[in-house]
């Protein structure tokens, strides 16, 4: 692979890294939307702020490499997570399977910064690869936080399809 095919594909993770956040975006403004548990909407409007941040720095990032996001990228995940939102607010049990697609979600976005840190480093990038250790710290505390709360997710559950 020559440096200039190396330079492209890391351009193209991080629009796709981008795309994510702003398809996350939309995710948990529907699960904020269609939960009212406020302690977990707490941790959920949080997020949502980290979340971004990391699509400002993503696009920054871009912006530094003479690049920016990809409207083609994106316009899949924004139309995929419209139609989650839709979704959300038909079935019975939001709220534990809003923390299971969360949850779920949260592991995609782990896996695609590390590949990400991985081939910024391959390329030489230690500034993509810092910021992709960064944003998968924030992601693993999300999951974290997620897989804490597994009980209390199964309770409002039962209690929300009494």
């Known amino acids: 692979m020559t ?11 991080l629009q796709d890294a981008h795309a994510m956040e702003e398809n996350v975006l939309r995710m948990l403004d529907s699960i904020l939307a269609s939960s009212s548990d406020d302690f977990s909407n707490e941790q959920f409007r949080a997020h949502r702020s980290e979340t971004q941040r990391h699509a400002f720095l993503l696009e920054q990032r871009l912006s530094e490499l003479g690049q920016g996001r990809s409207l083609v990228v994106e316009a899949p995940a924004i139309i995929g997570a419209w139609f989650k939102g839709m979704m959300d607010w038909v079935r019975p049990d939001k709220i534990g399977k809003n923390a299971r697609d969360a949850y779920v979600t949260e592991h995609l976005e782990i896996a695609s910064y590390s590949l990400l ?14 910021l992709a250790r960064q944003i998968r710290a924030d992601e693993e505390a999300m999951a974290k936080w997620i897989d804490e709360h597994w009980d209390r997710f199964v309770g409002l559950t039962l209690q929300e399809t009494r």
């Open 3 to 13: 440096a200039e095919d190396l330079h492209n594909t890391l351009i193209s993770y």
């Open 117 to 130: 840190e991985s081939l910024a480093e391959r390329a030489g990038d230690a500034k993509t690869a810092a």
